[in-house]
């Protein structure tokens, strides 16, 4: 059994930057990691995925450029860097990961095993 446990949510301002963090418990270092965000009343939506190698990054359109996915070095722990943050980044985070030995990342959150509690970003304007 993997468990997710984000952090590093808060409210902010527009054009200011936060570090979500991800750490899963378990033998996940061969595991893919996504973040994910939702509002509530909207289909929940990919922000971004890392490879279990790291070497392989993906990025929704609207956070390219801005948003950052990195490994920790012991790679059960995921960073999304989020820069330049506008209000409509704000909804519920969510990280999850996807199961496999030397799994790729996904674009699709029904590829993804297990997900974490999900932790709040609010931007002001």
């Known amino acids: 059994q993997v468990q997710l446990v984000e952090s590093g949510g808060g409210l902010v301002q527009a054009g200011d930057s936060l570090r979500l963090s991800c750490t899963a418990s378990g033998r996940t270092f061969s595991y893919a990691m996504g973040w994910f965000r939702q509002v509530p009343g909207k289909e929940r939506e990919f922000v971004a995925a890392?490879?279990?190698?790291?070497?392989?990054?993906y990025y929704a359109d609207s956070v390219k450029g801005r948003f950052t996915i990195s490994r920790g070095g012991a790679r059960n722990t995921v960073y999304l860097q989020m820069n330049s943050l506008k209000p409509a980044d704000t909804a519920v985070y969510y990280c999850?990961?996807?199961?496999?030995?030397?799994?790729?990342?996904?674009?699709?959150?029904?590829?993804?095993?297990?997900w974490g509690q999900g932790t709040q970003v609010t931007v002001s304007s």
């Open positions: 999850a990961a996807r199961t496999g030995k030397f799994a790729s990342g996904s674009y699709y959150g029904y590829e993804y095993d297990y």
């Open positions: 890392i490879s279990w190698s790291g070497g392989n990054l």
